[in-house]
DNA sequence: AATTCCGGAGAACAGTTGTTAACTGGATGA
DNA sequence: TCATCCAGTTAACAACTGTTCTCCGGAATT
């Protein structure tokens, strides 16, 4: 299925990629609404005017950079959700898929949570639209639980927009103590662990 | 006890104060690392030099803005969660305390839900270090609660993050929705209230 | 083999930025 | 009254920004 590209659509998408990966290097000391294209180009190495072959401007960069930080991340998370026999179980997989999401994209999870409130228009509307799907995928896999039973359709997106939430106040914590040592780390493990629990506590009993 | 300000230093502040109000203005439209200390001056209607008679970098003046929009905040939390005799009243007040404050002072709220992850670290810091006084006063009226024996001070502690950081996802929430109809803001009110009830319930049930 | 296409380079544009130094004039305090 | 102070001004600096237009050379197409 996977047609091959030419040299010329090859080479085109190397230097777009360049020019995405220098920007969020870029990205991790200042905001997207400071982010020069110059300043994107220069550290790629090319020429400033090469930067309009691929984005419009830095604000259409940042959209590009949210689909690559979220785009690949639904199945994950449904996997996540879904695989799961207990509550329990299904917290403690998703503290270790975030801490390791974390641990392994730290650039793209910083990006997301600086600019999910941030200067640039588009960019917040994009990653918001990200997050709803999130939320309603989510909304999806609760609705199959039997503990769901009684539920109705705007509870269970309620409480998918709050497990949401909280994954990026997780991940926001995990990027902050990614320098601090390893016993840090463990602690932060352990407080959001027991915030996921008391809202799933709060989920066993909501219909009492 | 209040010492009258000599003309000159009343200017001073006058000048300080209209330099803040006009960067608080310029940052609704973008992040604090951004902002140009020639672009504040400019709205202000001073010279470029004069901003350096009050701070040193626009950074320095990102915190001073920090102190501006929650070092008022405590007293007003500390009331809103002492002064409710239910649980169910306390998520009420604390929500009409939030929409209230979101209509108010809406440009405050935004700069803070910015720059809380934004590209400046001193503000980060600022704001985290004010964040954490707030958990810290929360957790210091919920361990007052009778509710409360039995708990850890560590849970407590966990218990008042959660708490503080639903305050601004709701406030957030409250400023997406502020130039939307009222029956959106309904909406978002229903909303948010029975996420922090499912919060209360996790509470509740949190010894079991 | 000849022609078109197109990602990138180069140069130049007017406008912006932070920071320095030296200066002014009214409030302040002796 | 006179000297001091100091918030704000003026002028100038090199460095930077986004954007336009023109051009080049190799890939793609015919």
Redesign the pocket.
Known sequence: MSHTL????A??Q???QALLDAALGLLEEQSLSS?????V??AV??????????FR??ADLGVALVEEALGSLHPMIQNTVAGARSSEERITRAVELIAHHVHTQPAHVRFIARERHGGVQPVREAIRSQLGRFAEEVRAELAKDPESAGWSEDDLLMLAHLFVDQMLVTASLFLESLEAPEEEQERVAQLVTRQMRLISIGRHHWLD
Not at 6 to 9: D, F, N, T
Not at 35 to 39: A, Q, V
Not at 45 to 54: N, Q
């Open positions: 030419g040299i010329r659509q080479q085109k190397k230097t777009r982010l020069g294209l110059r300043e180009t220069r190495g090319v020429a400033p005017t090469a930067f309009y072959r691929h401007s830095t």
